[in-house]
């Protein structure tokens, strides 16, 4: 555990851009809006700013991105594949911790299961992570609902924390703390630990007075989503309401679907593009011979809230699938954000 | 910061988006949280903006044909070539014509126009997919002075009571879409009034499943029960109004039997949706208002219907038409369009066209010209060259009119079939490429500006126009698009308090904005006409289609939901094109859509082929089973390209005439 001064807080991610091309959630000036991006300058990151609108899960899996490309040779009848992914290696400077959460589902989804994911593994193998623990919620959290903040447990290199004039640096990883040596700070000791836990229990307990856009009290309605007792015309109402955008999927940090696209090009060669793909297009499930085993909406809507909050996906993810960012609410035009199915799945229990 | 603010370019809504730009390529895009309209939402086709803008079949060169074959042309000779050819015409008020695109900038836009006109010497010159939102500007226009839309986007969810019109605006403009169902969610009550059973119609309060093509009938109805039950707004018919009673006259002829033998709706609902209009303090409508967009006279009810309600020229209220196309609203306020100049003034005000002639320098012809698509229609019109500008591949229907011209120009940014009937073809730049300003649905002009290059050498469309200009002698000096806006504000009253030091931050300013209006104006105010507000004259005929015993089904014709303007621009997106294109492929040629009951009536079951006969032909359809249409109604999308039959071409006069709402009484035999 180590101290660094307010102030000088950025010369962390200064030191990090030496090796590394350094993320950070800056305030676009134009819309006022957060992005998290490589800033012109590491001066324009602004931990202060509210949790991106965009996740940062396009740093480890871009919106679209060249997986490989190919070219035929017909005089020669030669085939030739040449993958040349090379993601330059990353840190992830003030993250937010249900951000972290995310990035640990996609781990899960590429890296963590029986096949690995080789373009996705190159990116993540080189990010350096530091997080930036929420000192207060904004509007649209709902973290503490899904174990996931405000302050991140692991999978960071770094976690820093707000304690007023300076911020309480934890390492998570030997490279983390090696930075830290490396940068000269200072060390913190048990009591610094103490302000950061006052720092976590004030946060959580502002959720209820700040927080207010979104509760999702959860653990109830894993448990109905888990056993499949909820009735269809819930589904149905929740699916007549869905405009069939994959805005949800988009912004959420843990959705991991993709689609694959080959492009040719003008010189006769073709792009492997992998791109961002979404549970609620009826083309995704759609199988050759046009069968699709969901075909009506509400059975689409109903698998994606399947994959965030059943108990069988968080086997997979080792957590809940959804991390409480709030950010589906914002984005859907039919008003069906993880937080409002989960109250009609509520409202439906509690109706009985 | 590689995230730059912008405006979506597919439908008239106009959304905020965000676009990534990497490495001179558009690589993402998200949602703009602070535009008044969208506040950080995007649709199906939105959030793939970058598809579009990766796509790599581009026209990189200007070509030009000779001996039949497209050879690689440097930009100056083929611009020499266009302004040499089109000069030499004599007659060009009837053997040049330009179509214009709906999707291209205003300054783009008005350049074009001012071409054809004061150096090409033709009033020919006409938008593509145009009628339907022309009706609803002249109905608009002649009533309240302001042709466009009368609320505005941003008072969606003030309006206590709102009523929908026909097609299903959660998928032709899904953000609009989703602030009724928003408003809906916040307490408004909405109605939607469509024969099919659309996502829409499932979000609303009410919806109020009429027989096809009785939308007119409907709309009479109402404003006929309003009367009599003395529930119109009198005080502010007799204040601001005229023309009320030729209109309440018309209704006389109406019977209720008529009325729920045509509609098919209880008498009790039609005074709900009377009784409710007038109880609300804010009411809004919304229509389609695009290619296939109502008819003049249904529109002129709606309007009506609304004055006499008292619905319009206040916060919260409003008649909407609603645009499919990002800058159709802004071709309009162009003067794309034969007989219209800049700001829907006709070309007859002498004083007006005085205006422009004196500033070009150049006069033009004082007749109205020719629509684009009707002079190709008239064998004798006499049409000999064409200048086309933009993608829209529905040009190509008239493909052996267009193989007879003479001389055929395109400009556009992405290869398209039309390029191939073209003598020159050049290459313009995408509209990321440069800046430009659209103005959508409501009357908001929204800046657009350069994120990307264009590729080595492609240039904007308004440096092309001005370099045609110039080879042709006149003499144009725009040095940007900024300079341009400021001639179409000194020469368009609505624009006149536009300019691009105006345009900062996010949402873009709504006309008309001058100098009573510097900050744009959000919604009509009566004190914004000029004289008092005119109910629209109607014809006062309720003559419809009607089911008889040999053809006993009334087919709808119209937009698909899975279909957004014949997929031009979704097939170059991945996303988008797979979900577009799944009907097609399980229905490659076309459908039919009836009710499960009638199907079990014919003993038929999806997909399988049924003949389709009227009394002008026949075809054969695979059928599509839907809960969306009614027993003895059916449907079958049109000017999908893919999926156009000659069958419907057949009708195609009857289509045209009918718009939204046109139907066919059929039969359908099992095969």
Redesign the interface.
């Known amino acids: 555990m180590f101290l660094i001064k307010k102030s000088e807080v950025l010369k962390l991610a200064e030191e990090l851009s030496k090796t590394y091309a350094v993320y950070g959630p ?1 305030v ?1 000036k ?4 957060t ?1 998290f ?4 300058s590491i001066g ?1 990151i602004d931990l202060d700013a509210p949790i991106p ?2 996740p940062p899960k ?1 740093t480890v899996f ?3 991105e060249r997986i490989f490309h190919y070219s035929y040779d017909k005089g020669a009848k030669r085939a030739e594949i040449i993958a040349d992914f090379k993601p330059e290696p990353k840190a992830l400077f003030g993250l937010r911790s249900c951000d972290l959460n995310g990035v640990q589902c996609l781990d899960r989804f590429f890296i963590g299961q029986e096949f690995t994911d080789d373009v996705y593994l190159e990116h993540r193998k080189k990010t350096f992570i530091v997080t930036n623990t929420c000192v207060k919620p904004f509007k649209q959290c709902f973290c503490v609902c899904t174990d996931s903040g405000p302050s991140a447990r692991e999978g960071y290199d770094l976690n820093m924390t707000d304690l007023g004039d300076e911020y309480l640096v934890e390492a998570g990883s030997d490279r983390g703390k090696a930075l830290a040596e490396k940068m000269g700070l200072k060390k913190a000791g048990s009591g610094h630990l103490e302000a950061k836990k006052a720092v976590v229990d004030g946060s959580i307990s502002r959720f209820e007075s700040i927080a207010t856009d979104n509760k999702a009290w959860i653990s109830r309605v894993m448990n109905r989503i888990t056993t499949g007792f909820i009735k269809g015309e819930i589904w149905e109402y929740i699916g ?2 869905c ?5 949800c999927t ?1 912004v959420c940090p843990s959705c991991s679907c993709f ?1 694959i ?1 080959d ?4 010189d006769s060669s073709t792009d492997r ?1 992998r ?1 961002w ?2 549970c609620s ?3 995704y499930t ?1 199988m050759a011979g ?1 069968h699709n085993p969901r075909k009506p909406v509400e059975d689409r809507r109903n698998k994606r809230f399947f994959c965030k909050l059943s108990y069988s996906q968080s086997k997979k993810y080792l957590r809940p699938g959804c991390v409480g960012c709030g950010r589906c609410q ?6 069906i954000g993880l937080p409002n199915v989960v109250t009609y799945i509520r409202r439906e229990i509690t109706s009985r | ?3 730059k ?1 912008g405006v979506c370019n597919f439908c008239g809504t106009g959304c ?1 988006h ?1 676009l ?1 730009v990497e490495g001179g390529a558009v ?8 535009h008044p309209v969208s506040k ?5 086709r ?2 793939h903006m ?2 579009l803008l ?1 796509d ?1 079949q581009r026209i990189d060169s200007p070509m030009i044909k000779k001996n039949g074959r497209f050879e690689k042309a440097g930009y100056d000779e083929a611009i020499s070539l266009v302004a040499k050819k089109l000069g030499e015409y004599k007659n060009p008020s009837s053997e040049i014509a330009f179509l214009a695109s709906p999707r291209s900038s205003n300054e783009d836009g008005y350049l074009l126009m001012k071409l054809a006109r004061s150096v090409f010497k033709t009033n020919n010159i006409s938008l593509d997919s145009e009628s339907g939102h022309r009706n609803s500007l002249n109905v608009l226009h002649r009533g309240t002075g302001m042709a466009g839309m009368l609320g505005s986007l941003e008072d969606i969810k003030k309006a206590e009571y709102i009523l929908v019109i026909g097609t299903d605006l ?1 998928r032709q403009n ?2 609009i ?2 602030e009724i ?2 408003a809906a ?1 916040a307490g408004s009550k909405v109605v939607t009034v469509g024969s099919k059973l659309t ?1 829409i119609a ?2 609303s309060d009410v919806h109020l499943q009429l027989k096809p093509g009785s939308k007119k009938v409907f709309l009479a109805a109402v404003a006929k029960s309003l009367i009599e039950e003395n529930l119109h707004d009198a005080e502010f018919i007799q204040k601001h109004t005229e023309g009320f009673d030729g209109f309440a006259n018309s209704l006389g002829s109406l019977s209720h039997n008529d009325i729920s033998s045509i509609t098919g709706l209880g008498l009790e609902d039609i005074k709900t949706v009377a009784r409710d209009l007038a109880t609300a303090k804010t009411a809004m409508v919304f229509f389609t208002s695009g290619i296939s967009g109502l008819d003049e006279d249904t529109v002129s009810y709606i309007y009506n219907l609304f004055v006499i309600a008292g619905k319009i020229g206040k916060e919260g209220c409003g008649v909407n038409p609603v645009t499919g196309i990002c800058n159709l609203q802004g071709g309009y306020d162009m003067g794309l369009a034969p007989d219209l100049l800049t700001g829907f003034r006709p070309i007859s005000d002498k004083s007006a066209a005085k205006s422009f002639s004196d500033a070009w320098g150049a006069g033009f012809p004082d007749e109205p010209g020719r629509g684009v698509y009707e002079m190709l229609a008239d064998k004798s019109s006499g049409l000999k060259a064409l200048v086309v500008v933009d993608h829209d591949e529905s040009i190509v229907r008239q493909a052996e009119a267009i193989k007879k011209l003479d001389f055929v120009v395109y400009v556009g940014s992405f290869e398209n079939p039309f390029a191939e009937y073209a003598d020159v073809v050049i290459p313009s730049a995408a509209y990321v490429e440069y800046d430009g300003t659209y103005t959508s649905t409501d009357r908001r002009v929204q800046l657009s500006r350069k994120k990307t290059e264009p590729a080595e050498g492609v240039m904007p469309a308004w440096r092309i126009f001005t370099g045609i200009a110039e080879k042709a002698s006149a003499r144009w000096s725009y040095s940007s698009p900024a300079d341009v806006m400021a001639e179409i504000a000194k020469l368009t009253p609505s624009y006149s308090g536009i300019s691009y030091d105006r345009f ?3 949402g873009g300013i709504q006309w008309p904005c001058d100098g009573r209006r510097p900050e744009g104006t959000r919604y009509f105010r009566v004190d914004d006409a000029a004289s008092k507000i005119k109910l629209a004259g109607v014809t006062g005929s309720f003559k419809t289609m009607r089911p008889s015993g040999e053809y006993p089904w009334l087919l709808m014709v119209g937009k698909a939901n899975h279909f957004w303007h014949q997929n031009n621009l979704m097939k170059r997106t ?2 988008p094109k ?2 577009y294109n ?1 009907t097609l ?2 229905y490659p040629k076309g459908y039919v859509e009836i009710s499960g009951d009638d199907a079990k009536k014919l003993q038929v079951r999806d997909r399988w082929p049924v003949n389709i006969v009227s009394q002008y032909g026949s075809m054969k359809v695979a059928v599509r089973v839907s809960d969306e249409v009614r027993s003895e109604t059916a449907f079958v999308p049109y000017f999908i390209q893919d999926m156009i039959t000659e069958f419907l071409l057949a009708h195609n006069e009857l289509i045209i005439e009918q718009g939204e709402d046109a139907i066919i009484p059929i039969r359908i035999e099992k095969v």
């Open positions: 800056v676009e134009e819309s006022n809006q992005f991006v490589r800033p012109d324009d609108s965009q396009h871009p919106q679209i007549n309401q405009f069939e955008c994959g805005a988009f689609n696209e492009v040719n090009r003008k593009l791109s793909d979404s297009f009826e083309g759609r046009d914002w984005v859907c035009p039919g008003d | 910061m590689n995230y603010a905020g965000i990534n690589n993402g895009v998200f949602a703009l949280q602070g950080g939402r995007l649709c199906v939105g959030w970058h598809e990766r790599s959660t899904p953000i879409g989703s169902h928003m969610r996502q499932k979000l900062s931050g996010v991945f996303i797979r979900e799944a492929l399980l």
